[in-house]
């Protein structure tokens, strides 16, 4: 397992949306492994890996000392209750705005080792499944922002010491559905 470098808003690859997993094998453990390693040594919640520059459907999660990893997620949401607190990602450091999710999730899909499994979670882990699973589709949580909020978190992400205006970050302009069911 080796700490990867986190990618940073601003570099295509978050952008990409990842293709799914359909080797269970050996290269798959490395980087379940790479990301559980890089999330931890980050203090991050969750971790999906186009953040480490690979372009596939998996991602890893520590909420509350729920250490796990999903691989190739589709979410259901059980009702429709909401939350809305605040969010932040590894790859916008230091920047986080209030965010609506959904409350309740249920986070379908596999294990490092081809099992089928299953996540029922509420509150910060439906937030995180939601969190990740938008990652893999190339969408960030500033996408997710009414457009007040968003303003407020690109004078953030402007300001921000890791900023590069040379690889200006773009904000998608047309909203996704706000909860991302497809
Ligand atoms: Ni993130």
Known sequence: M???SVRLFGDPVLRTAADPVVDFDKELRKLVGDLLETMHQQNGTGLAAPQIGVGLRVFTFDVDDVVGHLVNPVLEFPDEEEQDGP????????????????????AKGFDQHGEAIQIVGTGLMARCAQHETDHLDGVLFVDRLDSERRKQAMKEIRAAEWYNPETPPVVKASPHGLFGIR
Request: aromatic share 4%; glycine share 8%; charged share 20%.
């Open 2 to 4: 080796t700490v990867q």
């Open 87 to 106: 969010e932040g990602c590894l790859s916008i450091p230091g920047v986080y705005v209030d965010t609506k999710r959904r409350q309740n999730v249920i």
